[in-house]
Every structure is written in C-alpha cells, then in structure tokens.
C-alpha cells in the first residue's frame, strides 16, 4: 500500500537535497527525488548553476512543480572559475580546491534553508558538515549514500574496524589495488583540513538512506548495521528511465536494430573516468579479435581530446566496420543497456553503472580502475551477473583474455548463465521498487516527526 505524505501546515513535505558536485551523485539523489515526488513531496534539488544546467533536461515535465532547482553558489577565484564548480572536466589537481569551497561556502547553504524552511535535509555522505548546518537552524538532516553497502561495510571495516577482519571472503582488494587504496589515503590524510569531517563520521544515529536494495546486499546492509549502529534504509538502485534522454542518436539505434538479440557489447567507462593509452590500445585489439558487434565510448579528458584515428591503433576504423560503433561524445547509456540487441556490458564498476545493467538485465564484463569500483566488481562477480577481466601484477589488461571473454559472453555457455541470473535479479528489483520507496517514505515522515518538525494524520 502506498505511502500517503501528510500535510505540514498547508503545504507537503519539503525535503531538500543537497548532493555532491559530480554527476555520479547528483543522479541517484534525481533518482530518489523523482521517487519521492511521485509520494507528494515536495523536492528542493541544490547544486551549482553549472550542474543544474545538464540535469534540468533529465527532468520530466509531470515533475516541473515537485522538483524545484535550487542554486548554489561557490566562491569564485581565478583558480576555480564557475564553470569549474563540478568535477565533470575538472582537472584532477583542482579536485581538493573544490572540495574545499564547497565547505566554505556554508553561509550560502545556511541561507537557503533559512529561506526555503524545509522539513529534512538529504545530503551527500560527503558533505558531513551541513548536518551541523541544519541542526542550528533545528532542520533534521539524513545521509544518502551513493555507493552500495559492500564497499561501504569493506571500507568502514577497515578504517573503524581494522581489528576485525571482513567476514566475506568474496570481497577483498588485489595486491595492486591496496597499493593504490594506501596512496589515495596517504593523499587525502595530507590535504585533510582541522575541521575537516570525514565520510565515517557518526553523524545522526538515527537512519541513513542508501543507494541499494535488499535483493543485491542483504547481508552487506546489515553487517554494517552491526558495525555502525545505523538504520540503513535501501532506496533501490540508481536507475534513469531508458527513454528519459529523448529519441536522439537515429543512426545508432538504427545499427543497433540491425544486429541479432544478446549480439553486441556495449563498451563505456562513465563520464570522468578515461582510459591510459595502453589500455584503450588492449580494449580495441580485444574488441577487433573477438568478432562481436560493439559499440565503444571513448572520451578523454577535456582539453586533452584526440581525433579518434588517431587515438585508437592504426586502421581499427577501417577493420571493424560495420561490426562496431566508436563514439567520442556522450552516449545515451539507458537507452543502450534497454535495448534487446545488447548482450553484454565492459564496465569500470561505477556503481550507478552497476546498477543500471542489472536493472536492464544486461550481463556485465568487470574492468575496475580505482576508488570503489575493484569491490563493486567482487560483489556483482558473487552475485552471479558479470565476469572479471582481472588486471596482471602490473595493473595491465591484455587483448587476448578480453577477446576471450567477450566471445564467452556474447555466443557462449557462460553467456547464457549470466543472462538467466541478471534477469532473475531483474525481476525481483522491479517487483520490490514500490515496497522500498514506501519505506523511504515512512522513515523519513517518522524521522521529522521525531524532531518535532512535522504533525502526522
């Protein structure tokens, strides 16, 4: 049974939602609004005028009066220019400056909440500090985090917990992968600021809202419960609507078309992520030796882009074909990943890209790079619903294990074992989506009215 939204004086339940400025977390916290606004909140999404720009076209209309963008503004310095205030195309050196003005910009947050007056804050799991700038104002505030619970019990565990040791031996990280797991953080302890408050900080006691399900994690939702003494509350997977970036890209779907159920692979590493040389070079030959249909996103850096011949090896173009598709622009990856023709996925494990192919049912070929991705492809490895192209002692992929691998998944046994298991895993997703938000719901009206912040019928 549905959730009804009670009313706070004459008017519903404001929540606002305050993500991190990348698009891997403004999408899941669009997701959740959108979820909510079909319940009868009233949503207050919070960004910099530069991210609103590219989410306002993912909003339908029917949400046009539910959803409402609100800016946020950063300081501005020569060094950090409005167009830099988020991390698509930043470049990597000015990622800690970003971060750094956000949180200076606390004032700015404070005064939207004293004007807008909503009921809860949602903020971003990185963005600990404005749960203190709620609580002045005696605004209730709840984390939403936008990785699943596997790699956040794995790493809560470590840092908190190292004493003991991580009960599930299907999740761990590669000799090379705990290299760079200890320079991340030897990194980040160096740019760390006194008042600095980090992912793991306590916070409210009370729930804590987070981009997965129960059919996916059950056991990592509530290990880290134990852990933290948290009530995680599962959102669903961040999933867009595969028709909701619009009917562009005629030529693509008409190629797509062409091609046989299950027979081509689509090829993308998200949107701030981009491949070295030598492993776009190893991905074109495997893709050229494996004779599947594919359809490959190259991008690179901004400011650093290449002409796509001359980026990939010598007459790759011209060898494939008609057999694939290179692109050097953005990709509707929805529509893609939903269309019947697509059997298969190389991914670098975000996990809103995880979720997506599960969710479309499409199996996935795992080629992790850093941050949460190696345990994200442990986990849909376990589950049941992917494959690991597994780097050497080096770090480096190889052609022939991707070629391989590729023709097992598109036309062999092992691809028709994936596909059974992530369609059964599928199914049981969409079946729990409404149970799950009507959960969402509850909670956070029993967490305001907990506070004292809103009278429930």
Not at 317 to 346: C, D, M
Request: net charge negative; aromatic share 10%.
């Amino acid at each position: 049974m549905d959730t009804q939204v009670t009313e706070c004086g004459n008017t519903s339940m404001k929540v606002l939602m305050f993500p991190w400025l990348a698009y891997g977390h403004i999408s899941p916290f669009l997701n959740v609004a959108k979820k909510l606004a079909d319940k009868g909140f009233l949503i207050y999404l919070c960004s910099t005028p530069i991210n609103l720009k590219s989410i306002v076209k993912k909003i339908p209309e029917k949400y046009f009066v539910s959803i409402q963008l609100v800016e946020y503004h950063l300081p501005e310095s020569p060094e950090l220019p409005p167009h830099y205030h988020t991390t698509n195309g930043l470049p990597p050196h000015l990622n800690h400056t970003l971060q750094k003005a956000l949180k200076l910009s606390k004032p700015n947050f404070s005064k939207i909440l004293k004007n807008l007056k909503p009921d809860v804050v949602v903020y971003d799991i990185l963005q600990q500090w404005a749960e203190g700038v709620a609580n002045e104002q005696n605004i209730p505030a709840v984390k939403l985090l936008t990785s699943g619970a596997a790699v956040f019990s794995y790493f809560f565990n470590l840092v908190k917990k190292p004493e003991i040791e991580f009960p599930f031996p299907a999740i761990y990280l590669r000799k090379i992968e705990l290299v760079k797991l200890g320079e991340m953080m030897a990194k980040s302890a160096k740019e760390k600021e006194p008042d600095d408050v980090g992912p793991f900080t306590e916070g409210n006691m009370q729930i804590m809202l987070m981009s997965t399900s129960r059919i996916i994690e059950a056991k990592y939702i509530d290990y880290f419960s134990e852990l933290s003494n948290w009530k995680v509350i599962p959102v669903g997977p961040p999933v867009q609507d595969s028709m909701a970036n619009g009917t562009d890209d005629v030529e693509l779907f008409d190629w797509l078309g062409k091609k046989d159920e299950n027979s081509t692979v689509f090829v993308s590493f998200g949107s701030e992520y981009f491949l070295t040389k030598e492993d776009r070079e190893e991905i074109a030959f495997g893709l050229e030796f494996s004779n599947v249909n594919f359809i490959w996103v190259v991008r690179f850096p901004k400011g650093e882009e290449q002409n796509l011949e001359n980026a990939l090896p010598h007459g790759f173009l011209e060898r494939i074909g008609e057999r694939g598709r290179v692109l050097n622009k953005w990709a509707p990856q929805p529509r893609i990943l939903n269309h019947p023709n697509t059997g298969g996925f190389i991914s670098h494990c975000g996990w809103n890209s995880v979720m997506e192919s599960v969710d479309f049912g499409v199996p996935i070929i795992a080629m992790p790079m850093h941050l949460d991705q190696p345990v994200n492809a442990r986990l849909i490895v376990e589950l049941g619903v992917a494959v690991e192209i597994v780097r050497d002692d080096d770090g480096k992929i190889h052609r022939e294990e991707i070629a391989q691998v590729l023709e097992n998944v598109i036309a062999g046994k092992t691809g028709d074992n994936l596909r059974t298991k992530v369609k059964d895993v599928s199914k049981k997703l969409k079946c729990i989506r409404g149970e799950e938000m009507d959960a969402v719901a509850e909670e956070l009206i029993q967490f305001c009215k907990n506070s004292n912040k809103v009278q429930i019928m």
